[in-house]
């Protein structure tokens, strides 16, 4: 993980997370693709009823997933806008997405999950590059937030795509 300090209280960084599935490529690339078992997985957390979710899984084509909840007892509507930039069935997918949280957007990022056969089940390694438009403090809890969703949602893409 790299991050710095820009004099417009900007952060930008990167960081990589790799983790080996028991499942083949084209299982994993499922879980991105179709919208029923990606809802499986990938949410934004909203309070019943306020949860929206569509998917254009194409280059060119665009995801949105939006939500409202409560964490402090404030409610605050979230946004997740992406945009597919290139797919390479069963083995990449790059797209880029930002967020929004009350109509600000917070962050912006650029994604690259690529997928490799790794024996009977699949490596996959998602690298994202990053920019936080309002920070948190001194921003080191956006960067920790971003890290440990990144963990979570590998864990639920684990249990979304399950064992062969």
């Known amino acids: 993980m790299t991050t710095a300090a820009a004099a417009s209280s900007l952060i930008h960084g990167s ?3 790799t983790r080996d599935l028991a499942v083949p490529p084209g299982r994993v ?16 957390p909203s309070e019943p009823g ?15 997933a939006r939500g409202t909840f409560a964490p402090a007892g404030v409610p605050e ?16 997918i790059v797209f880029t997405y930002a967020i929004t949280v009350d109509g600000r957007r917070h962050s912006i990022s650029l994604v690259t999950v690529e997928l490799a056969a790794a024996g009977s089940g699949t490596r996959v390694t998602r690298t994202e590059q990053y920019v936080f438009l309002v920070l948190t403090g001194d ?4 960067v920790a937030h971003l890290e440990g969703s990144m963990r ?11 064992h062969p």
């Open 139 to 142: 921003g080191g809890v956006d």
């Open 77 to 92: 509507q979230v946004e997740y806008h992406s945009e597919f930039l290139d797919i390479v069935p069963d083995e990449r």
């Open 152 to 162: 979570l949602q590998f864990n639920g893409l684990e249990s979304a795509v399950g």
């Open 50 to 64: 306020a949860a929206h979710h569509e998917l254009d899984f194409r280059v060119g084509g665009r995801e949105v």
């Open 15 to 17: 960081c990589t997370l």
């Open 29 to 44: 690339f499922a879980a991105f693709s179709d919208l029923v078992l990606r809802q499986r997985w990938f949410r934004i």
